[in-house]
């Protein structure tokens, strides 16, 4: 993977880093006040509307319901600029109980406004296979 090329690669890294972290003040002031993640993409039992979630507030929101759930790792596998966005493609790894590992790969495009910040987090993976593999994970 080369060194960030542009400003959308540059927040997203700092996102995952701040995620890793626990660090969530400092994730949610990554955002635009106007951003929006959709994570993932269109309606599920994380976003009922599909229309994400928009501005700080609920972008701190976002962090309670899911990076709050537990300590997480996430790895660029690879990631493709174009213009103000970019196309990551990502590993995520939480810990389940007994030694257990959840994990799953998507496709996260970030979007830069003009000052950096990310006015755009589009997660691409399917909540119901995630969801299938934990119940199965949790199964004793």
């Given amino acids: 993977m080369s060194d960030a090329v542009n400003a959308a690669q540059a927040a997203s890294r700092n996102s995952m880093k701040y995620v890793i972290a626990g660090d969530r003040a400092n994730w949610v002031e990554l955002f635009a006040e106007d951003a929006v993640i959709q ?5 599920s039992p994380l976003d009922p509307t599909g229309l994400g979630h928009r501005g700080k507030e609920a972008i701190g929101r976002f962090w309670d319901a899911t990076v709050a759930a ?3 790792r996430l790895e660029i596998l690879n990631t493709f600029p174009c213009a103000d966005e970019c196309a990551n493609l990502v590993k ?3 810990d389940l109980p007994g030694g257990k590992v959840l994990e799953h ?3 996260v495009v970030y979007r830069a406004n003009a000052a950096g910040k990310i006015a755009s987090l589009k997660a691409y993976w399917e909540y119901p ?3 299938a593999r934990l119940a199965a ?3 004793p």
Wanted: glycine content about 10%.
């Fill in 39 to 43: 994570d993932p993409v269109g309606e």
């Fill in 129 to 131: 296979k995630l969801a």
């Fill in 105 to 107: 790969l998507m496709i």
């Fill in 92 to 94: 995520m790894e939480r």
């Fill in 70 to 72: 537990g300590p997480m």
């Fill in 137 to 139: 994970l949790m199964t």
